[in-house]
């Protein structure tokens, strides 16, 4: 091990030896497994190969992203990175962008019809620029997350006066100091049969498939120096004919929109990835990234997780996630326009996951780069690896 290295990067260097070492155990163990479930062991990406999940050195995620021109960052709880100081620096250190997770929902900014509070938000914001991060905002219009009093007080008639009116608030409190907004987040629903594909969503129901439109022009004219996002989920999964669907109606919306001279500016990608890798399907994500690009769109892998049951132990579990990261990223880094990648949090202590999925062996979920204690896992130098690879901006 090189003598100068610091702790941080011993970590990573005997993460790397563990990982080759760790693949002569995994092949081991999924030889033992064989008979359990083929198709199992047809999803490890790292069955038999081991897999090299070495990087060189100890410079944090936003270093190596910043290297090439792309941006890292992550979805950061007020309360948490505030009364967390091993958190706070761990998360200064690996990310150049912040994104609220909740603070800027309605729910979460919003309390009364007639009452904002920014304070939440506000301590975010002023994290991000004390450390010299920048500032994402999410979200300004979604069909959940909204507060208690909004059905009673949001009718066809007022909605979208309440519409605008809580946008031009809340982006004008942070104009030019927003690198970007989801401006809309997950409108499409095909499940909803809707010709357009759109979700039968509140705003829909109160203003009609033109919410979207007035959501895009209210925040342009708020604040004309944030990107704007149209954000939507499970672009990237490939296990159901409805996921192509949903692609095909969010390039139709995108298409509309950018028809009618609409200020959307770039697609987020929520990315929660699921535990099965793309293999093949690797050729539909490049070329649906490429479509999103040829529209003139940037894009930003906006929400960044894996969810997994793998019935593995820890360090199996660890090497495919790993491993779909950095399927997942090699792919959508290779297309110019995509410009961030931000995980929904930094370290397994906080995930959304937690509360979601429930492992039958009663293990912690591992989504994420940073493990509980903060030690930089597998999923970590995945990412490393896959800034370390991508195309320079
Ligand atoms: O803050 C209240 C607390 O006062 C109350 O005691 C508690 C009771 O359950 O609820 C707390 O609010 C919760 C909030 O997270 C803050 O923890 C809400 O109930 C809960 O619904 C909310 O969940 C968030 C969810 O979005 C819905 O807003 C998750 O943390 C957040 O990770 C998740 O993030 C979404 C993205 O916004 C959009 N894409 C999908 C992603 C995952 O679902």
């Known amino acids: 091990m090189p003598h100068n290295m610091t702790r941080i990067g011993r970590r990573a260097f005997v993460l790397s030896l563990g990982a080759s070492a760790g693949a002569g155990m995994f092949a081991m163990a999924s030889k033992s497994r064989r008979g359990s479930d083929?198709?199992?062991?047809?999803?490890?990406?790292?069955?038999?190969?081991?897999?090299?999940?070495?990087?060189?050195?100890?410079?944090?995620l936003r270093e190596r992203a910043a290297a090439k021109g792309l941006l890292y960052g992550a979805a950061a709880r007020e309360q948490v990175l505030t009364s967390n100081p091993d958190f706070a620096s761990a998360f200064a250190r690996e990310c150049g962008i912040l994104v609220p997770e909740n603070e800027l929902k309605w729910q979460g900014i919003r309390p009364r019809f007639d009452r904002f509070n920014?304070?939440?938000?506000?301590?975010?914001?002023?994290?991000?620029?004390?450390?010299?991060?920048?500032?994402?905002?999410?979200?300004?219009?979604?069909h959940k997350a909204l507060p208690a009093w909004f059905k009673?007080?949001?009718?066809?008639?007022?909605?979208?006066?309440?519409?605008?009116?809580?946008?031009?608030?809340?982006a004008k409190h942070y104009a030019g100091k927003m690198h970007s907004w989801d401006v809309v987040n997950e409108a499409i629903?095909?499940?909803?049969?809707?010709?357009?594909?759109?979700?039968?969503?509140?705003?829909?129901?109160?203003?009609?498939?033109?919410?979207?439109?007035?959501?895009?022009?209210?925040?342009?004219?708020?604040d004309p120096k944030a990107l704007l996002v149209y954000n939507e989920n499970q672009l990237e999964h490939y296990n159901k004919p409805r996921n192509e669907a949903?692609?095909?109606?969010?390039?139709?919306?995108?298409?509309?929109?950018?028809?009618?001279?609409?200020?959307v500016q770039a697609l987020g990608m929520q990315?929660?990835?699921?535990?099965?890798?793309?293999?093949?399907?690797?050729?539909?994500?490049?070329?649906?990234?490429?479509?999103?690009?040829?529209?003139?769109?940037?894009?930003?892998?906006?929400?960044?997780?894996?969810?997994?049951?793998?019935?593995?132990?820890?360090?199996?579990?660890?090497?495919?996630?790993?491993?779909?990261?950095?399927?997942?990223?090699?792919?959508?880094?290779?297309?110019?326009?995509?410009?961030?990648?931000?995980?929904?949090?930094l370290s397994d202590r906080y995930t959304w996951i937690s509360k979601?999925?429930?492992?039958?062996?009663?293990?912690?979920?591992?989504?994420?780069?940073?493990?509980?204690?903060?030690?930089?896992?597998?999923?970590?130098?995945?990412?490393?690896?896959?800034f370390d690879h991508a195309p320079q901006r």
Do not use: C
């Open 118 to 142: 920014f304070k939440r938000a506000d301590e975010l914001a002023d994290f991000a620029r004390d450390h010299d991060m920048l500032y994402r905002g999410h979200t300004l219009v979604w």
């Open 246 to 263: 949903k692609r095909t109606q969010v390039l139709k919306l995108l298409e509309r929109l950018k028809s009618k001279g609409v200020p």
């Open 189 to 222: 629903e095909v499940a909803d049969k809707r010709p357009d594909g759109l979700r039968k969503a509140p705003w829909l129901n109160l203003l009609g498939p033109d919410y979207i439109d007035i959501a895009f022009r209210a925040a342009a004219e708020a």
């Open 38 to 60: 083929d198709q199992e062991d047809q999803d490890r990406l790292t069955r038999d190969k081991p897999r090299d999940f070495s990087v060189n050195g100890d410079a944090s």
């Open 271 to 345: 990315s929660h990835l699921g535990s099965k890798p793309l293999g093949s399907q690797g050729k539909k994500l490049r070329q649906f990234v490429k479509e999103v690009a040829d529209l003139g769109l940037k894009i930003i892998v906006t929400e960044m997780d894996v969810s997994e049951k793998l019935p593995w132990d820890v360090a199996a579990r660890d090497r495919q996630v790993a491993a779909i990261y950095e399927e997942y990223l090699s792919i959508v880094l290779d297309e110019p326009a995509t410009i961030a990648v931000m995980t929904w949090g």
């Open 152 to 170: 009673e007080k949001v009718n066809s008639k007022n909605a979208e006066k309440i519409l605008t009116d809580h946008i031009k608030t809340v």
């Open 356 to 386: 979601r999925i429930q492992r039958q062996d009663g293990a912690s979920v591992r989504p994420l780069p940073l493990d509980a204690q903060l030690e930089r896992k597998l999923a970590w130098n995945a990412i490393a690896r896959a």
